[in-house]
């Protein structure tokens, strides 16, 4: 059973608008989120996390929201740029003494020009 | 600063055949990790390493074995190869096992098994 979902596989923004990706996760034990960006023949790359105790963390262009209540999170891109053109992996991590990385199958996102 | 590097970057073998993959960091980083994508698949962790002559099992540790005799190497097995095999591998190194500690990956090994 899955317990970080992605379910867009893909997703085209016009440059210069928001990209939204979501994921969801099932494990309440998960406290740690976070996200990676992945390029084509290139090893995942850490983009930005949060922790269960916040609810918005944000980094330049990169927002991460967590709604706890609904085992949900978005990754916010504003504004998109077609260099932001990756796949994007959430994952998570979470209990006492776990520190192993769940992925999601991650979303390919497409930012037009 | 090399960061982390994977050897082979691609390989093809038939069924039964044996190989290992390896993978090397400079960082100085106590943990490593190999981790497997198929298509459409998120990454999913194999074996881990907390530190020099330590190795642990992920989450899908069948078919293959590991070893790490030097801090900056972690070295992935497998001695029977079988089509299900069939994956990009990838190996990651941390300073820490707490959420602060990124985990930087290397680019992948393509392996293909007939």
């Known amino acids: 059973d899955q317990q970080v979902k992605q379910n867009s596989p893909s997703l085209s923004v016009q440059e210069g608008r928001i990209s939204i990706l979501n994921c969801d996760y099932t494990n309440s034990m998960f406290d740690y989120f976070l996200w990676y960006k992945k390029y084509p023949a290139e090893g995942p790359t850490f983009l930005i996390s949060?922790?269960?105790?916040?609810d918005k963390n944000e980094d330049g262009r990169f927002t991460v929201f967590l709604n706890k209540s609904a085992k949900h999170l978005s990754l916010h891109i504003v504004p998109s740029q077609p260099g932001d053109s990756a796949v994007y992996f959430c994952?998570?991590?979470?209990?006492?003494?776990?520190?192993?990385?769940?992925f999601g199958k991650g979303t390919k996102l497409s930012v037009i020009p | 600063n090399a960061g982390v590097t994977q050897t082979p970057k691609f390989r093809v073998l038939k069924t039964g055949q044996s190989m290992t993959l390896l993978c090397a960091q400079d960082?100085?980083?106590?943990?490593m990790y190999w981790y497997r994508q198929d298509p459409g698949m998120g990454l999913r962790l194999i074996h881990y390493?907390?530190?020099?002559?330590?190795?642990a099992k992920g989450e899908v540790p069948d078919g293959y074995n590991v070893s790490r005799l030097k801090k900056q190497n972690f070295l992935l097995g497998l001695e029977s190869a079988a089509p299900s095999q069939t994956s990009v591998y990838f190996c990651?190194?941390?300073?820490?096992?707490?959420?602060?500690?990124?985990?930087?990956f290397g680019p992948g090994t393509r392996l293909t098994v007939l």
């Open positions: 990651a190194s941390s300073y820490g096992a707490s959420f602060r500690d990124e985990q930087f």
């Open positions: 994952a998570a991590m979470g209990g006492a003494g776990s520190y192993q990385l769940t």
């Open positions: 390493s907390v530190g020099e002559g330590t190795t």
């Open positions: 949060i922790s269960s105790i916040k």
């Open positions: 960082m100085n980083h106590e943990y």
